[in-house]
């Protein structure tokens, strides 16, 4: 089965699987994990930033961020197909009392001129905007990526009207990667940002928070609500701290392959266009005629998943466990649907 659903399906490598063994563990909820706080040191080190949370997911730390950084009541500006609108299942309205200001964008990402003009004035008839959030790689554009240049003018916005910046840096990694952009300038830039260690890098579970010390002392309250206090984590963490060591650089043979994928689909006669590939996700859209379950399931006969992307869209998205060997049997598979 070549399954290109997402890059979450990974399976740890043996060395990341020896690493989780030999980990040295402690009750996280106690602060007492040397290896969770081992990872929280490198992550928040590797982006200057103070302090870090280690959580379960990435859907928890943005839910966290969006909580420590605002009130009920207040609003939320994001881009109308971003994850934490989209994909957190009404998070940041069930958990935070928010109100979501949802913008258009290129390829999902917005500008600071679409963020200064939809700040809300100050009235009682509107919610107060008090936060700003940016995704980098970008799920719905195609694993689009954010010119840093534009993050430093919607920054500039943010402080003009009192608004944090949080990032949904899920693929950041990928984008760092792509780019070259020093980790530290995000850190320099936002206010919190998210890094998801189960995507590209390929660890089994978990997410970091990375904030000021107080921001991530409040956090550490709203992760007890949420329930997301893990004791022995440590062995968890371990997996993240060997994805950091030895899972960024490749994640370039990703980007080659999804770039490869893209090729082969403009070749395939049901697809009309390809959304440019940036990183690891490529989306293809379907012919006229041609649906997305009508894809799915040929595909799957041929023991091949993706994902529908919304209609006639179709997802791949390469990762740690697709090789050249998988891409050369894909493109045979691919090539002989009608």
């Known amino acids: 089965m070549i399954d290109l659903r997402s890059d979450t399906i990974t399976k740890p490598t043996k060395a990341m699987l020896d690493a989780m063994m030999s ?8 602060g007492g994990d040397p290896t969770v706080n081992k990872l929280q040191e490198k ?11 280690y959580c379960p997911s990435g859907t928890m730390t943005n839910q966290i961020a969006m909580r420590i950084h605002t009130r009920p009541q207040d609003e939320v500006i994001c ?8 994909y957190e299942g009404g998070g940041m309205m069930y958990n935070s009392m928010l109100s979501p200001k949802l913008l258009e964008g290129d390829r999902g990402r917005i500008t600071a001129d679409q963020v ?26 195609g694993g689009s990526i954010y010119d840093v240049e534009e ?29 070259g952009d020093d980790p530290k300038v995000f850190g320099q830039l936002f206010d919190s940002i ?24 409040e956090a550490r309250r709203v992760r007890k609500v949420f329930g997301g206090g893990m004791r ?30 893209g090729q082969i689909l403009k070749d395939c006669s ?27 399931e040929e595909l799957e006969k041929l023991d091949v998943l993706a994902v529908g992307f919304g209609k006639g869209l179709i997802r791949f998205v390469t990762h740690l466990d697709f090789s050249d060997d998988d891409l050369a049997v894909f493109s045979s598979k691919i090539s002989s649907i009608g």
């Open 116 to 141: 200064a003009e939809s700040i809300n004035p100050d009235d009682i008839h509107f919610p107060k905007s008090r936060l700003v959030v940016l995704e980098n790689t970008m799920n719905k554009g």
């Open 79 to 86: 881009h109308k197909y971003s994850h934490v609108y989209m």
């Open 232 to 261: 022995q984590a440590g062995y968890l963490a371990a997996a993240c701290i060997h994805a950091l060591d030895h899972h960024v650089e490749r994640l370039m043979e990703d980007h080659e392959r999804a770039k490869k994928i």
């Open 43 to 53: 992550v928040a080190g590797l982006f200057g930033m103070e302090d870090a949370i």
């Open 151 to 179: 993050i430093k003018k919607i920054r500039k916005v943010c402080d003009e009207h009192d608004l944090k910046l949080h990032l949904d840096g899920a693929r950041l990694f990928n984008a760092v990667v792509k780019t």
């Open 194 to 217: 998210s890094i998801c260690f189960s995507k590209g890098l390929g660890a089994p579970v978990g997410s970091v928070l990375l904030g000021t010390k107080n921001d991530i002392k």
């Open 270 to 296: 049901f697809i009309d266009e390809v959304m440019p590939v940036d990183t690891n996700i490529v989306i293809g859209k379907l012919v006229d005629g041609k649906s997305e379950k009508w894809l799915l």
């Open 23 to 30: 980990a040295e563990v402690g009750d996280d909820v106690f």
